[in-house]
């Protein structure tokens, strides 16, 4: 049921099940969060443009067939209207050696009669250290 309420629900709820799924390295649930349509989009980092259900889903299986990614995103920056919501955020990543990097992600999301799905995610290798939000308030 929660699976359902995730995929049904807002545009910020599909995206907390997508992240959730690729950190449990749960491909069933990841492709089932991203719209019916064959124009969607994926770009990984240094990578080619997916277009495709096919071609996404034989990337994540890849990228997911030694488990999930440890992925957490923050810095969300949202621009939305009634049929879509864009959304950036800051992917922080740990490694299993320990290493940490962060990465830039471009998340895209349409209103559709199954509810809100995704149809282009698109992250690229951030330079430096990890931005600062300039929406944080810094407490004296």
């Known amino acids: 049921m929660a699976a ?4 049904n629900g807002s545009a910020a709820e599909v995206e907390a099940a997508f992240y959730d ?9 990841l492709m089932a969060l991203w719209a019916d ?8 980092p ?14 994540w ?3 997911l067939e030694h488990g999930g990614l440890q992925i957490r995103p923050s810095q969300l920056h949202e621009t939305h209207n009634l ?3 864009v959304h950036t955020v800051i992917e922080g990543i740990t490694a299993a050696s320990g290493d940490a990097a962060h990465l ?18 698109h992250v690229s290798v951030a330079p430096g250290p990890v931005p600062v939000d300039p929406r944080a308030q810094i407490l004296h």
């Not at 240094?46 to 990337?59: D, K, Q, T, V, Y």
């Not at 830039?104 to 995610?121: D, E, S």
């Open 37 to 44: 349509d064959e124009e969607i989009v994926c770009v990984h």
């Open 21 to 29: 799924a690729l950190n449990r390295a749960d491909l069933e649930t």
């Open 83 to 85: 049929m879509s919501s």
């Open 104 to 121: 830039i992600a471009t998340n895209v999301y349409v209103k559709t009669p199954k509810g809100w799905r995704i149809v282009l995610h």
């Open 46 to 59: 240094g990578g080619p443009r997916l277009i495709g259900h096919s071609a996404i889903r034989e990337s």
């Open 61 to 63: 299986s890849a990228l």
């Open 4 to 7: 359902r309420k995730h995929q």
